[in-house]
C-alpha cells in the first residue's frame, strides 16, 4: 500500500506549491513560502448532497468522467474510481480512491485539477504549447492531437525555452499579460521523440495505457525551460494541411478580434466547467484585455515532421517585427480589428 511521500516544494504556474503527492513528473524544485498546499490524505467528508454543478460528457466504466460540486466557497472535484479533491483559497485535499490509477490522478492534478485552482483565483488557463521567443511568449493552440505538443518540440529542440506543453496560465500585471512557466516536462508521441531525440523507449510512460512518453526538459535530453514568466505576443491556432493536396505553403494570418475571443474560449482548459461555475463573464473580459497585446493568429502548415524547420524559422521571421518576415509567407501581416 502506498502512503504519502514527504512534504517537498515545487514552482509551478506562477505559484510556489507544497505537496505530499508522489509526482513522478520532473518538476522544479522550490523554497520559500506556499502559494497552495496539496494535501494526500485518508478521507474526505462526503460527497455533498444535491445534483454537481457540472458533469462531464465523457465516461470512465461508465460514468462522468468528473463531477463538481460548491459548497461554502470550496469546489470539489470527484473523479470516480480515481480521486476526489476539495479545492480551497490555499489548500487542496485529495483523496485517492484507487492507487492503481495514481499516473492518472498525477496527470489529472497538473492539469484540471490546478487549472480550475488558478480560473478559481482569476487566471486565465489556456490548453496549449508555448515557448519564449526573444523573451516573448507564443502560444500554439489546437485540438488534441493536431499538432502544438509537435511544433512546441520542434522550437525547444532548436533552443527556443518552453513556457509549458499543455496548460498556460496567464497573469495579468499592470496590464501585462505575462504566460507563465508550467513545468520542465513534455508529454510526446513515440515517433516524436524518435525523429527529435533519437529513441524513446527508455523516457517514462505517462500511465500505462498509452504510449505517450514524459520527457524531460532543460536536463540535457531536451532544449531548455524558461526561467521566468514572458509577456504574450501572439496566441495561434494551428492548422496542418496535407502537402500532397494543398501545397507546402506557410501561412500566418490575423483573425479578427471578435472570433478571436470564441477561440480563445474553446481551448481554454476548463471551459465548461468554467461556464457551469458562472465564470464565463469575467473569464470574457480578461480574453478581451488579452487580446489588445496579444493578438490571435491563424497558422497554416504542411503537416510531418520535415517541415517543422521551415514553420520554426517563419515564427522567428514573424518574431522580429510586423514588417519583417520570411518570403514564403503570404503578405497578410495586418492586426486584427
Same mark, same amino acid.
Given at each position: 500500500m502506498l502512503t504519502p511521500s514527504l512534504y517537498h516544494t515545487y514552482q509551478l504556474f506562477g505559484i510556489t506549491l507544497v505537496s505530499n503527492f508522489p509526482f513522478t513528473y520532473h518538476l522544479q524544485a522550490a523554497s520559500g513560502p506556499a502559494d497552495l498546499t496539496l494535501d494526500w490524505v485518508a478521507d474526505l467528508p462526503a460527497s455533498p448532497d444535491g445534483d454537481p454543478v457540472f458533469t462531464s460528457s465523457l465516461l470512465v466504466r461508465g460514468e462522468p468522467m468528473l463531477r463538481?460540486?460548491?459548497?461554502?466557497?470550496?469546489?470539489?472535484?470527484?473523479?470516480?474510481?480515481?480521486?476526489?479533491?476539495l479545492l480551497q483559497a490555499e489548500r487542496i485535499f485529495c483523496q485517492i480512491l484507487d492507487e492503481n490509477e495514481l499516473p492518472v490522478i498525477e496527470t489529472n492534478i497538473l492539469a484540471a485539477v490546478l487549472a480550475a485552482w488558478l480560473e478559481q483565483r482569476g487566471v486565465l488557463t489556456l490548453h496549449?504549447?508555448?515557448v519564449t521567443l526573444n523573451g516573448q511568449g507564443l502560444a500554439f493552440l489546437s485540438q488534441s492531437g493536431n499538432g502544438k505538443t509537435g511544433l512546441c518540440l520542434a522550437l525547444v529542440h532548436a533552443g527556443h525555452p518552453m513556457l509549458s506543453d499543455d496548460i498556460l496560465p496567464l497573469m495579468e500585471q499592470n496590464s501585462v499579460f505575462y504566460g507563465q512557466p508550467a513545468f520542465p516536462t513534455m508529454r510526446i508521441h513515440p515517433d516524436e521523440a524518435q525523429y527529435f =531525440?533519437? *529513441?524513446?523507449?527508455?523516457? #517514462?510512460?505517462?500511465?500505462?495505457?498509452?504510449?505517450?512518453?514524459l520527457v524531460p526538459v532543460g536536463t540535457g535530453d531536451l532544449g531548455s525551460f524558461a526561467p521566468a514568466p514572458a509577456p504574450m505576443r501572439g496566441l495561434?491556432?494551428?492548422q496542418r494541411r496535407d502537402p500532397a493536396?494543398?501545397?507546402?505553403e506557410?501561412?500566418?494570418k490575423p483573425f479578427p478580434r471578435a472570433q478571436a475571443a470564441v477561440e480563445l474560449v474553446r481551448h481554454s482548459f476548463t471551459?465548461? =466547467?468554467? *461556464?457551469?461555475?458562472?465564470? #464565463?463573464?469575467?473569464?470574457?473580459?480578461a480574453f478581451a484585455r488579452l487580446l489588445r497585446q496579444a493578438p490571435v493568429y491563424q497558422l497554416s502548415y504542411p503537416s510531418g515532421f520535415d517541415h517543422l524547420t521551415r514553420v520554426r524559422a517563419a515564427l522567428e521571421a514573424w518574431c522580429e517585427g510586423p514588417k519583417t518576415g520570411d518570403?514564403?509567407?503570404?503578405k497578410n501581416r495586418a492586426e486584427p480589428t
Open positions: 463538481a460540486w460548491q459548497q461554502e466557497g470550496c469546489l470539489r472535484l470527484l473523479f470516480p474510481h480515481q480521486a476526489d479533491f496549449a504549447s508555448a =531525440l533519437g *529513441a524513446y523507449e527508455h523516457f #517514462q510512460r505517462v500511465n500505462p495505457r498509452i504510449e505517450k512518453r495561434f491556432i494551428l493536396q494543398l501545397g507546402e506557410i501561412e500566418i471551459a465548461r =466547467l468554467a *461556464a457551469a461555475l458562472g465564470w #464565463q463573464a469575467r473569464r470574457l473580459d518570403p514564403s509567407l503570404k
